[in-house]
């Protein structure tokens, strides 16, 4: 069955640092998701991707973070200038097209420490 | 904003024992609403999910509940194993949306052999 990865599993970087987190999504999905989880609490929404574009942004995904898909396959988050508080499990998901598609699957995340 | 409610944040029980954990949620547009179980240190992953055509949904030992018109639904597992014992997350389809979930704060179910 075919899943979303993700590289690094670990990141440990100095604040102020840019750190860029890495995402295969499943091959046939077009929707793609970042959301993040600081250790202990709930998943948080960041930011959705759909046709090469940002579809919709939290408040969290301020001017610091942004997205890309480089190639047909990747699709990465940048963090530009780390703070103490990215510190967090950052899960990418994919879903696939079309109106009753509405499942995400996710990564098994990246845990970002920021020192 | 939207927000969910997620009770109760911990549980426990006896393995073979029914859980039940329930969340609520205010924005009426939603018509999607998953679960998703996190082993420590692992990705969340689908177990069930519900759409607001139907008020209920079964798979085997996991069937989930919808009222939508008090806004709630709820997870419900019978016969519980101890590899049962994770957190578990409600989430539901933000209104008007590309598909961005809005989760709740989880709840760490345990289940004593």
């Known amino acids: 069955e075919p899943e979303v990865t993700q590289t690094p599993s670990h990141q440990v970087t100095q604040m102020g640092q840019e750190v860029i987190l890495r995402c295969v999504p499943i091959s046939n999905h077009l929707y793609f998701y970042w959301y993040r989880q600081i250790l202990g609490q709930k998943v948080e929404f960041l930011v959705s991707?759909?046709?090469?574009?940002?579809?919709?942004k939290s408040e969290i995904f301020d001017d610091q973070f942004s997205v890309e898909r480089p190639d047909g396959s990747n699709f990465t988050l940048k963090i530009r200038s780390t703070k103490l508080e990215d510190s967090a499990m950052y899960f990418c998901?994919?879903?696939?097209?079309?109106?009753?598609?509405?499942?995400?699957?996710f990564g098994p995340g990246t845990r970002l420490l920021v020192l | 904003g939207e927000n969910v409610e997620q009770h109760p944040s911990t549980l426990s029980v006896q393995e073979g024992d029914s859980a039940v954990i329930k969340c609520t949620y205010s924005d009426s547009a939603s018509n999607y609403f998953p679960w998703y179980k996190q082993e420590l240190g692992k990705r969340p992953q689908l177990i069930i999910d519900i759409r607001s055509n139907v008020g209920e949904k079964k798979d085997q030992r996991i069937a989930v509940t919808l009222n939508k018109t008090a806004k709630h639904f709820s997870l419900h597992i019978t016969e519980t194993q101890p590899e049962d014992s994770a957190v578990y997350f409600c989430a539901k389809l933000a209104g008007g949306s590309q598909g961005n979930l809005i989760f709740g704060k989880g709840t760490k179910l345990s289940v004593k052999p």
């Open positions: 998901a994919s879903r696939a097209d079309g109106q009753g598609a509405k499942t995400q699957y």
């Open positions: 991707f759909y046709n090469n574009e940002i579809s919709e």
